[in-house]
T-cell receptor
């Protein structure tokens, strides 16, 4: 069973502060994704990566950076957190070709 | 662009009744996208329920079924007789040729005992 772990699971940040959300997967998956979910809405893709040291923009990349230093780790960075970035963030991984995503438990971010 | 639209929730049904959650998709980047249903049970993470990658095929899992209909661009989720344990949020999703997966807004299903 694929294992994707996120940290922190919950965070309160101040406007203008820097936030780093981390994701670690233990199953050698090629692809990793960061999604954002707002209450009552679906998941929207922020950034993704298919290989270490390379990241791609998703549909809503503005205000976010991503880093993939190794196959196992994928971070989402908010350099200047804003109120509008309050949401739950999900990391996911998948093996190339299968299409199935394996999700982490989510990180709830509140920006005050 | 590619997108997914699904039944707006919450959907409330009584135990043993039938269920259908509608899902239609728009795929401009790929002729035959991969289609998925994901589910989040209370207190659990999002997980795959079923997937179909070939048009005309049907996927099934846990008593749920969904048929990939290329003509109507639909992938409706159905179950003949729901149980209280099926109460969850269900997400339809589409995978395109650029390795992106697009999700609908989710449909909360409430099954009354």
């Amino acid at each position: 069973e694929a294992a994707v772990t996120q940290s922190p699971r919950s965070k309160v940040a101040v406007t203008g502060g820097k936030v780093t959300l981390s994701c670690h997967q233990t199953n050698n998956h090629d692809y990793m994704y960061w999604y954002r979910q707002d209450t009552g809405h679906g998941l929207r893709l922020i950034h993704y990566s298919y290989v270490a040291d390379s990241t791609e923009k998703g549909d809503i990349p503005d205000g976010y950076k991503a880093s993939r230093p190794s196959q196992e780790n994928f971070s989402l960075i908010l350099e200047l957190a804003s109120l509008s970035q309050t949401a739950v963030y999900f990391c996911a991984s998948r093996v190339s070709g299968t299409g199935q995503l394996y999700f982490g438990e989510g990180s709830k971010l509140t920006v005050l | 662009g590619d997108s997914v639209t699904q039944t707006e929730g919450p959907v409330t049904v009584s135990e043993s009744e039938s269920l259908i959650i509608n899902c239609t998709y728009s795929a401009t980047s790929i002729a035959y996208p991969n289609l998925f249903w994901y589910v989040r049970y209370p207190g659990e993470g999002l997980q795959l329920l079923l997937k179909v990658i070939t048009a005309g095929q049907k996927g099934s899992s846990r008593g749920f079924e969904a048929t990939y209909n290329k003509e109507t661009t639909s992938f409706h989720l159905q179950k003949a007789s729901v149980q209280e344990s099926d109460s969850a949020v269900y997400y339809c999703a589409l995978g395109n040729s650029n390795n992106r997966i697009f999700f609908g807004d989710g449909t909360q299903l409430v099954v009354k005992p």
